[in-house]
């Protein structure tokens, strides 16, 4: 499908918006400034207190221990949006998976809603992830309106027909006429799947989302648009996110606040504004240096 009339389907944004990355036509980079937001409300809904994870490799003498993460502690509250940034295999992905649920730290403890992290019964539905690839996410023989649906089959049970017009309703606000619920995924663009994978992660109405390099395999136009979704997604649904990111332009735009994370460790954790204006740590400049 041709991209470029896929994007036809999705909604221009309303007037005063201000967009997500451009392409600096001089340096070839992406820049991006974050809208002027309240600050969150201070309910905090995912907290990691001194959180470290240590892999094991080897066996007999040859056994060795890896720490991919190491003592990382920081809070997430309803409505906020934390950017977790850093070169590949600095831990972000499985700080992430920690973040989840779908991985028990070797030490140190998780809190979601003030509770320590239990079970998958106990979270069920809401704590959720939007990943880099939708195809992960979404069934390919299914049609894009029992995709969104899926989930409530698990949480709420019942047949997909019977959650059709939540799903239908969500379709909406990510910007999906009704008349692509009947398609199957790979009769999307790629922004659309995307799109598609974002309802799916909300119509349990989740607390807290994991969005992981969720943007990074689109075009910069259509990564424009997705950052401007979820921005006003999360306003109109109040959760709290995690962006794991290595693009530090569309961090900068959706982050309240920014985690740089170095050989598993949390090297600095700071408001957006405050981070890009004067980095402390040396790896921090780095990375801004890059941008």
């Not at 990564?223 to 997604?233: R, V």
Request: glycine residues 10%.
């Amino acid at each position: 499908m041709n991209e470029e009339r896929a994007y036809g389907a999705e909604r221009p944004p309303r007037p005063g918006t201000v967009h997500g990355p451009t392409r600096d036509p001089a340096h070839g980079v992406n820049h991006a400034t974050r809208r002027d937001d309240p600050h969150p409300p201070p309910d905090v809904v995912l907290e990691l207190d001194a959180v470290s994870v240590v892999f094991a490799s080897g066996a007999g003498r040859r056994r060795r221990s890896l720490t991919a993460v190491n003592r990382v502690g920081f809070s997430i509250a309803a409505g906020e949006t934390l950017g977790l940034v850093g070169e590949s295999g600095s831990g972000k992905s499985t700080t992430g998976s920690v973040a989840l649920g779908l991985l028990r730290p070797t030490s140190g403890t998780v809190r979601f809603l003030g509770s320590p992290h239990g079970g998958r019964r106990t979270r069920a539905g809401r704590i959720q992830a939007v990943l880099q690839n939708p195809h992960w996410s979404l069934n390919p023989r299914m049609t894009v309106l029992d995709c969104v649906a899926e989930p409530l089959t698990a949480t709420e049970g019942g047949r997909l027909r019977t959650h059709h017009g939540q799903a239908a309703r969500l379709l909406d606000q990510v910007g999906l006429p009704a008349s692509y619920g009947d398609r199957l995924p790979h009769e999307l663009s790629g922004g659309q799947r995307q799109r598609v994978a974002i309802a799916r992660s909300l119509i349990t109405r989740p607390r807290f989302i994991v969005f992981d390099e969720a943007v990074s395999a689109l075009d910069v136009s259509v990564q424009a648009q997705t950052l401007n979704l979820i921005h006003d997604l999360q306003s109109q649904h109040g959760f709290g996110a995690l962006f794991i990111s290595h693009d530090l332009a569309a961090v900068r735009y959706l982050a309240h606040r920014i985690a740089v994370m170095r050989e598993g460790s949390v090297v600095e954790l700071a408001d957006t504004a405050r981070f890009y204006a004067t980095p402390e740590h040396p790896y921090s400049r780095q990375l801004l240096e890059t941008l």
